[in-house]
């Protein structure tokens, strides 16, 4: 927390998350663990994708993962836990190793 100073590179905060587009190299990532059905979810045949928006950290870790789109019975939830186990290569800009926001996608499908 805490406002953050440190820009002096033609203004740019490199402290922030980008989108892909500003990014000279994206973030790459490396391992994403399957999100697990619910026993509630597999009951009712609940299928479908789960799409979250998340910030793959210059540190290696993934925050502010907040659902784009939904689907009930825990499977939203499911699939947050697992985008938190995501394993990446950061993404890098001018150099330097950055933040970038992604959009994870699970897919919930019953055979």
Same mark, same amino acid.
């Given at each position: 927390?805490?406002?953050?100073?440190?820009?002096?590179?033609?203004?740019?905060?490199?402290? =922030? #998350?980008? *989108?892909?587009?500003e990014v000279s190299r994206k973030?790459? &990532?490396?391992?994403?663990?399957?999100?697990?059905? +619910?026993?509630?979810? =597999?009951?009712?045949?609940?299928?479908?994708? !789960?799409?979250?928006?998340?910030?793959?950290?210059?540190?290696? +870790? &993934?925050?502010?993962?907040? #659902? &784009?789109?939904?689907? #009930? $019975?825990?499977?939203?939830?499911? @699939?947050?836990?697992? @985008?938190?186990?995501?394993?990446?290569? #950061?993404?890098?800009?001018?150099? =330097?190793? !950055? *933040?970038?926001?992604? +959009?994870?996608?699970? @897919?919930?499908?019953? $055979?």
């Open positions: 927390g805490g406002a953050g100073g440190g820009t002096g590179n033609n203004g740019i905060d490199y402290n =922030r #998350p980008f *989108s892909s587009r973030a790459n &990532v490396i391992s994403k663990p399957e999100a697990k059905y +619910t026993e509630e979810a =597999r009951r009712n045949q609940t299928m479908g994708t !789960v799409r979250l928006r998340a910030v793959l950290n210059a540190n290696g +870790t &993934v925050s502010n993962i907040s #659902p &784009v789109q939904g689907l #009930p $019975y825990g499977l939203t939830e499911k @699939a947050i836990e697992a @985008a938190r186990q995501v394993k990446f290569t #950061p993404a890098q800009k001018d150099g =330097r190793t !950055v *933040s970038q926001w992604v +959009t994870l996608e699970y @897919a919930f499908t019953i $055979y």
